[in-house]
């Protein structure tokens, strides 16, 4: 039942902006951990970033300072804003819903992805 669609992605030049955006719906948004992944052909998925419930993130140490996360709970939304892009960061990006079942424990949930192409 829970749905992620995402948006935003495209073909810019090195050096350019992007702002990659996921929208949910059949779960308690405010409640859960959003993330976003990335994966390249014959490469494991990896994270990117994560905003928690309370708004806590965390990034790979190879887009800190160039990407931000960030969530907007009363659209049910989470955004991942990319700036200063390279080439390595061609991929497809994934958002990812964490949904917290207290005892039962974390059910994770995939957007369909969307590529992200950076250009010399």
């Known amino acids: 039942q829970v749905q992620l669609v995402e948006s935003g992605g495209g073909l810019v030049q090195a050096g350019g902006s992007l702002t990659l955006s996921c929208a949910a719906s059949g779960t308690i948004f405010s409640r859960d951990d959003m993330a976003w992944y990335r994966q390249t052909p014959g490469k494991q998925r990896e994270l990117v970033a994560l905003?928690?419930?309370?708004?806590?993130?965390n990034y790979a140490e190879y887009v800190k300072g160039r990407f931000t996360i960030s969530r907007d709970n009363a659209k049910d939304t989470v955004s991942l804003q990319m700036n200063s892009l390279k080439p390595e960061d061609t991929a497809v990006y994934y958002c990812?819903?964490?949904?917290?079942?207290?005892?039962?424990?974390?059910?994770?949930?995939w957007g369909q992805g969307t590529q992200v192409t950076i250009s010399s």
């Open positions: 905003i928690t419930s309370d708004g806590l993130t």
């Open positions: 990812q819903c964490r949904e917290e079942q207290g005892r039962w424990g974390t059910l994770e949930y």
